[in-house]
T-cell receptor, first 112, second 116 residues
Framework: DAGVTQSPTHLIKTRGQHVTLRCSPI?????VSWYQQVLGQGPQFIFQ???????GRGNFPDRFSARQFPNYSSELNVNALLLGDSALYLC???????????FGQGTRLTVV | AQTVTQSQPEMSVQEAETVTLSCTYD???????LFWYKQPPSRQMILVIR??????QNATENRFSVNFQKAAKSFSLKISDSQLGDAAMYFC?????????????FGTGTRLKVLA
Protein backbone atom coordinates (compact mmCIF):
# COMPACT_ATOMS: atom_id res chain seq x y z
CA ASP A 1 0.00 0.00 0.00
CA ALA A 2 1.17 3.49 -0.78
CA GLY A 3 1.97 5.74 2.11
CA VAL A 4 1.22 9.43 2.34
CA THR A 5 2.35 11.08 -0.87
CA GLN A 6 3.16 14.75 -1.25
CA SER A 7 3.89 16.80 -4.31
CA PRO A 8 6.03 18.44 -5.37
CA THR A 9 9.06 17.27 -3.38
CA HIS A 10 10.91 20.54 -3.86
CA LEU A 11 10.06 23.95 -5.23
CA ILE A 12 11.47 27.43 -5.32
CA LYS A 13 9.24 30.50 -5.29
CA THR A 14 9.79 34.26 -5.26
CA ARG A 15 8.60 36.53 -2.49
CA GLY A 16 5.02 37.65 -3.03
CA GLN A 17 4.07 34.61 -5.09
CA HIS A 18 1.47 32.01 -4.27
CA VAL A 19 2.09 28.28 -3.78
CA THR A 20 -0.08 25.16 -3.63
CA LEU A 21 1.14 21.99 -2.00
CA ARG A 22 -0.65 18.68 -2.41
CA CYS A 23 -1.14 15.62 -0.25
CA SER A 24 -2.71 12.23 -0.88
CA PRO A 25 -3.49 10.31 2.31
CA ILE A 26 -3.16 6.61 2.88
CA UNK A 27 -6.09 4.77 1.33
CA UNK A 28 -8.96 4.68 3.81
CA UNK A 29 -7.69 7.57 5.88
CA UNK A 30 -10.15 10.43 6.22
CA UNK A 31 -8.11 12.97 8.15
CA VAL A 32 -5.22 15.08 6.90
CA SER A 33 -3.03 17.44 8.88
CA TRP A 34 -0.38 19.91 7.76
CA TYR A 35 2.79 20.88 9.60
CA GLN A 36 5.53 23.41 8.91
CA GLN A 37 9.08 22.46 9.86
CA VAL A 38 11.55 25.32 9.76
CA LEU A 39 15.21 24.28 9.59
CA GLY A 40 16.49 23.29 13.00
CA GLN A 41 13.04 23.16 14.59
CA GLY A 42 10.34 20.60 15.21
CA PRO A 43 7.20 20.57 13.07
CA GLN A 44 4.53 23.14 13.90
CA PHE A 45 0.82 22.37 13.43
CA ILE A 46 -0.94 24.37 10.70
CA PHE A 47 -4.28 22.65 9.94
CA GLN A 48 -6.27 19.50 10.51
CA UNK A 49 -9.09 18.37 8.22
CA UNK A 50 -11.53 15.55 8.66
CA UNK A 51 -14.30 14.61 6.26
CA UNK A 52 -13.62 17.79 4.29
CA UNK A 53 -14.13 20.07 7.28
CA UNK A 54 -11.49 22.05 9.16
CA UNK A 55 -11.10 20.59 12.63
CA GLY A 56 -8.23 22.70 13.86
CA ARG A 57 -5.93 25.53 12.97
CA GLY A 58 -2.56 26.50 14.38
CA ASN A 59 -1.14 29.94 14.96
CA PHE A 60 -0.51 30.87 11.35
CA PRO A 61 -1.60 33.99 9.43
CA ASP A 62 -4.55 34.06 7.07
CA ARG A 63 -2.14 33.78 4.15
CA PHE A 64 -2.23 30.07 4.91
CA SER A 65 -5.32 28.16 3.84
CA ALA A 66 -6.19 24.58 3.06
CA ARG A 67 -8.97 22.36 1.90
CA GLN A 68 -9.81 18.68 1.68
CA PHE A 69 -11.47 17.11 -1.31
CA PRO A 70 -14.14 14.37 -1.52
CA ASN A 71 -11.39 11.79 -2.15
CA TYR A 72 -9.74 13.00 1.10
CA SER A 73 -6.70 14.45 -0.64
CA SER A 74 -5.73 17.93 0.50
CA GLU A 75 -4.13 21.14 -0.66
CA LEU A 76 -2.24 23.70 1.38
CA ASN A 77 -2.15 27.19 -0.12
CA VAL A 78 0.13 30.00 0.92
CA ASN A 79 -0.35 33.50 -0.49
CA ALA A 80 2.05 36.45 -0.56
CA LEU A 81 5.07 34.31 0.24
CA LEU A 82 7.65 35.64 2.66
CA LEU A 83 11.25 34.52 3.08
CA GLY A 84 10.23 33.11 6.45
CA ASP A 85 7.85 30.68 4.78
CA SER A 86 10.84 28.68 3.59
CA ALA A 87 10.45 25.33 5.31
CA LEU A 88 9.65 21.66 4.96
CA TYR A 89 5.88 21.19 4.81
CA LEU A 90 4.74 17.85 6.13
CA CYS A 91 1.39 16.21 5.55
CA UNK A 92 0.09 13.54 7.89
CA UNK A 93 -2.91 11.28 7.41
CA UNK A 94 -4.93 9.28 9.92
CA UNK A 95 -8.03 7.13 9.81
CA UNK A 96 -9.93 9.54 12.02
CA UNK A 97 -8.95 12.71 13.89
CA UNK A 98 -7.73 10.92 17.00
CA UNK A 99 -5.92 7.90 15.58
CA UNK A 100 -2.24 7.54 14.81
CA UNK A 101 -0.90 9.86 12.13
CA UNK A 102 1.44 8.76 9.35
CA PHE A 103 3.68 11.37 7.79
CA GLY A 104 4.71 11.95 4.21
CA GLN A 105 8.20 12.91 3.09
CA GLY A 106 7.29 16.54 2.85
CA THR A 107 7.64 19.36 0.35
CA ARG A 108 10.74 21.51 0.67
CA LEU A 109 9.72 25.10 -0.12
CA THR A 110 12.38 27.72 -0.67
CA VAL A 111 11.33 31.36 -0.98
CA VAL A 112 13.90 33.67 -2.58
CA ALA B 1 -0.88 25.32 26.43
CA GLN B 2 1.20 22.19 26.16
CA THR B 3 4.95 22.36 25.54
CA VAL B 4 7.64 19.80 24.77
CA THR B 5 11.30 20.42 25.56
CA GLN B 6 14.33 18.52 24.31
CA SER B 7 17.44 19.93 25.96
CA GLN B 8 20.02 17.92 24.02
CA PRO B 9 20.57 19.40 20.55
CA GLU B 10 23.05 16.65 19.69
CA MET B 11 24.15 13.31 21.11
CA SER B 12 26.80 10.80 20.05
CA VAL B 13 27.02 7.08 20.76
CA GLN B 14 29.41 4.35 19.79
CA GLU B 15 28.02 1.56 17.68
CA ALA B 16 26.60 -1.25 19.87
CA GLU B 17 26.43 1.03 22.92
CA THR B 18 23.37 2.46 24.67
CA VAL B 19 22.19 6.07 24.55
CA THR B 20 19.36 7.92 26.25
CA LEU B 21 17.60 10.93 24.76
CA SER B 22 15.76 13.26 27.13
CA CYS B 23 12.36 14.90 26.82
CA THR B 24 10.23 16.85 29.25
CA TYR B 25 6.75 18.20 28.66
CA ASP B 26 4.21 20.40 30.31
CA UNK B 27 0.47 19.86 30.34
CA UNK B 28 -2.51 20.21 32.62
CA UNK B 29 -4.31 17.32 30.92
CA UNK B 30 -4.51 13.87 32.44
CA UNK B 31 -5.08 11.87 29.29
CA UNK B 32 -2.58 12.13 26.44
CA UNK B 33 -0.09 10.28 24.28
CA LEU B 34 3.65 10.69 23.97
CA PHE B 35 5.72 9.70 20.97
CA TRP B 36 9.27 9.48 19.74
CA TYR B 37 9.73 10.05 16.02
CA LYS B 38 12.85 9.49 13.95
CA GLN B 39 13.56 11.78 10.99
CA PRO B 40 16.41 10.57 8.77
CA PRO B 41 17.80 12.66 5.89
CA SER B 42 14.94 11.32 3.75
CA ARG B 43 12.80 13.73 5.83
CA GLN B 44 9.97 11.32 6.57
CA MET B 45 8.88 11.23 10.20
CA ILE B 46 8.95 7.61 11.33
CA LEU B 47 7.23 6.53 14.53
CA VAL B 48 9.68 4.84 16.88
CA ILE B 49 7.55 4.30 19.96
CA ARG B 50 4.40 5.59 21.65
CA UNK B 51 3.20 5.72 25.24
CA UNK B 52 -0.32 6.19 26.54
CA UNK B 53 -0.33 8.34 29.66
CA UNK B 54 -2.79 6.10 31.47
CA UNK B 55 -0.43 3.13 31.19
CA UNK B 56 2.14 2.89 33.95
CA GLN B 57 4.18 0.29 32.11
CA ASN B 58 6.93 1.73 29.96
CA ALA B 59 6.61 1.01 26.25
CA THR B 60 9.22 -1.14 24.52
CA GLU B 61 9.84 -1.81 20.82
CA ASN B 62 12.79 -4.11 20.19
CA ARG B 63 15.94 -2.05 20.94
CA PHE B 64 13.91 1.04 21.84
CA SER B 65 12.36 1.65 25.24
CA VAL B 66 11.09 4.63 27.17
CA ASN B 67 11.26 5.79 30.76
CA PHE B 68 7.92 7.50 31.36
CA GLN B 69 7.72 9.47 34.59
CA LYS B 70 4.25 11.02 34.61
CA ALA B 71 4.59 12.98 37.83
CA ALA B 72 7.89 14.47 36.68
CA LYS B 73 6.53 14.95 33.14
CA SER B 74 9.55 13.23 31.72
CA PHE B 75 9.70 10.87 28.73
CA SER B 76 13.17 9.65 27.77
CA LEU B 77 14.09 7.27 24.96
CA LYS B 78 16.72 4.57 25.42
CA ILE B 79 18.31 3.01 22.37
CA SER B 80 20.20 -0.19 23.07
CA ASP B 81 22.79 -1.83 20.83
CA SER B 82 22.98 1.32 18.68
CA GLN B 83 23.32 0.78 14.95
CA LEU B 84 24.61 3.05 12.20
CA GLY B 85 21.08 3.22 10.82
CA ASP B 86 19.87 4.83 14.04
CA ALA B 87 21.64 8.06 13.11
CA ALA B 88 18.92 10.69 12.57
CA MET B 89 17.02 13.53 14.19
CA TYR B 90 14.77 12.34 17.00
CA PHE B 91 11.69 14.28 17.98
CA CYS B 92 9.63 13.89 21.11
CA UNK B 93 5.95 14.69 20.59
CA UNK B 94 2.78 15.14 22.64
CA UNK B 95 -0.80 14.65 21.56
CA UNK B 96 -3.91 15.23 23.61
CA UNK B 97 -6.38 12.36 24.01
CA UNK B 98 -9.20 14.68 24.98
CA UNK B 99 -11.74 15.99 22.48
CA UNK B 100 -10.67 18.87 20.35
CA UNK B 101 -7.83 19.27 17.90
CA UNK B 102 -5.60 16.22 17.97
CA UNK B 103 -2.50 18.04 16.89
CA UNK B 104 0.99 16.85 17.61
CA UNK B 105 3.25 19.17 19.59
CA PHE B 106 6.91 18.51 18.85
CA GLY B 107 10.12 19.34 20.63
CA THR B 108 13.07 20.90 18.84
CA GLY B 109 14.76 17.57 18.26
CA THR B 110 18.01 15.81 19.13
CA ARG B 111 20.49 14.88 16.43
CA LEU B 112 21.90 11.44 17.14
CA LYS B 113 25.28 10.51 15.69
CA VAL B 114 26.40 6.89 15.74
CA LEU B 115 30.15 6.37 15.64
CA ALA B 116 31.59 3.27 14.02
Amino acid sequence: DAGVTQSPTHLIKTRGQHVTLRCSPISGHKSVSWYQQVLGQGPQFIFQYYEKEERGRGNFPDRFSARQFPNYSSELNVNALLLGDSALYLCASSFTVNTEAFFGQGTRLTVV
Amino acid sequence: AQTVTQSQPEMSVQEAETVTLSCTYDTSESDYYLFWYKQPPSRQMILVIRQEAYKQQNATENRFSVNFQKAAKSFSLKISDSQLGDAAMYFCAYRSAQSGTYKYIFGTGTRLKVLA
